[in-house]
């Protein structure tokens, strides 16, 4: 079992960046592809970002490109999500899940953990 603890979430103005965390605990890190995931109210968990095991790879939503970016320490067992630009429709709950296969997947289908996710609201 892996435990996903997200941090970092808060109100900012649009234009603005946050950092987002996620610390994972219960296997070991370096075995698991890594994502994130938003949520806001009355739509689809919608992809945000994923990095492999090691970081070489990563991948994004057309929404974030440019603007976010997702890296791992394998050896504190963490991802982080670098959110720039922020913008109103940015707003979201955001989640961190984990993998246990080798492929980086965009749909939450391929991702078998999952944070409790940390509220991002950006104002206009």
């Known amino acids: 079992q892996v435990q996903l603890v997200e941090s970092g979430g808060g109100l900012v103005q649009a234009g603005g960046s946050l950092r987002l965390s996620c610390s994972a605990s219960g296997r070991t890190f370096s075995g698991l592809v890594m994502g994130w995931f938003r949520q806001a109210p009355g739509t689809e968990r919608e992809f945000v970002g994923a990095?492999?095991?090691?970081?070489?790879?990563?991948a994004y939503g057309d929404s974030v490109k440019g603007r976010f970016t997702i890296s791992r320490n394998n050896a504190k067992g963490t991802v982080s999500l670098q959110m720039n630009s922020l913008k109103p429709e940015d707003t979201a709950v955001y989640y961190c899940a984990a993998s246990v296969r080798v492929a980086v997947g965009h749909g939450t289908s391929n991702y078998d953990y999952w944070g409790q996710g940390t509220q991002v609201t950006v104002s206009s």
């Open positions: 990095i492999s095991r090691f970081g070489s790879t990563t």
